[in-house]
């Protein structure tokens, strides 16, 4: 659905020019659930950005859906099929009232009255706040803020949904129920879901995990593939379960552990029988 194909970018700041994104290929499959991970400045928003067309890379391409973000003409559909939800809940807020913030997206693709409120309310629903329809957005807490942007979002009937840290702003809670929302619209809705993240716990559900460090992938694969291999992780300045953290450690002092898991019961169990 989203072909990334070798792709550069530098942001072109005086009096010199910092790379950001240094050769990145990978192919984002529909219905997937991709987590992103990388310390600050590895390059992952600049990586979002070229995927929903916001800047376009120096090098290489990014097809999405079959359209090149490169042209013009693919600009407006690929935003629409690409959303994008931002880290502060309060620089994506565009109406006063929850129901006219919502509304933004397919006003601008210009539908009608009729299908408007008719997306609004599906998207309202959909995310299960309904109830907050009527209500002014800056009464919201930040969680129920990043709800409303995904409503907006998905008023427009999106392919796929890029979070760009957007739980990091939020308490537990507001984190635990936007992630929920966002497997409610992989799981019943098919819409791929690109999450970065700092959050390892987020990371684990995902049905692939892709590394970054200094503008590249470093390492990819199932949650599992990519938390034991902690010399990757440590490398890229990240942490691992701390299961898999002690298991590994246990594994340096000269102790046979064979394979390393991320599962707490499975570590358990191989404790136990080293302890036996
Ligand atoms: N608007 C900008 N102008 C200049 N440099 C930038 C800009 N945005 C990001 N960078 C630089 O690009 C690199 C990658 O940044 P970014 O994509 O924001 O990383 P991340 O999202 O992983 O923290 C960093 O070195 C950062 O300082
Ligand atoms: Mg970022």
Do not use: W
């Not at 529909?30 to 070229?50: E, F």
């Not at 002014?136 to 930040?142: E, Q």
């Not at 019943?188 to 700092?198: A, C, K, V, W």
């Not at 200094?214 to 990240?238: C, Q, R, Y």
């Amino acid at each position: 659905m989203i072909e990334v194909k070798d792709i550069h970018y530098a942001y072109k700041t005086q009096p010199e020019t910092t790379k950001a994104v240094s050769g990145i290929s990978l192919y984002i499959s529909k219905g997937r659930y991709i987590a992103i991970l990388g310390r600050n400045g590895s390059g992952k928003s600049t990586l979002a950005r070229m995927l929903n067309a916001l800047i376009l890379p120096d090098m290489g391409d990014i097809i999405v859906l079959g359209m090149n973000t490169k042209e013009k003409v693919n600009e407006l559909p690929i935003r629409k099929k690409v959303g994008m939800i931002f880290q502060d809940p309060d620089n994506q807020i565009v109406g006063t009232r929850v129901l006219e913030d919502v509304a933004f997206g397919p006003e601008n693709l210009g539908y009608e009255r009729e299908k408007i409120i008719q997306a609004v309310d599906n998207a309202l629903n959909q995310i299960g706040i309904s109830e907050l329809r009527e209500r002014a957005v800056h009464t919201l807490s930040g969680g129920q803020k990043q709800r409303v942007a995904i409503a907006g979002v998905l008023a427009m009937k999106p392919a796929c949904i890029i979070l760009d840290e957007s739980t990091s702003m939020l308490d537990p809670k507001g984190q635990a129920e936007l992630l929920a929302v966002t497997e409610k619209l992989n799981k019943e809705e098919g819409i791929s879901i690109i999450n970065i993240t700092h959050n390892m716990d987020e990371a684990k559900f995902a049905d692939e995990v892709y590394v970054m460090h200094k503008g590249t992938i470093t390492l990819s694969g199932t949650p599992s593939e990519v938390f034991t291999n902690v010399d990757k992780m440590i490398e890229a300045g990240l942490d691992v379960p701390q299961a898999t953290k002690l298991l590994y450690e246990l594994e340096k002092e000269g102790i046979e552990i064979k394979n390393l898991t991320i599962d707490e019961d499975e570590a358990a169990d191989i404790l136990g029988r080293l302890l036996k």
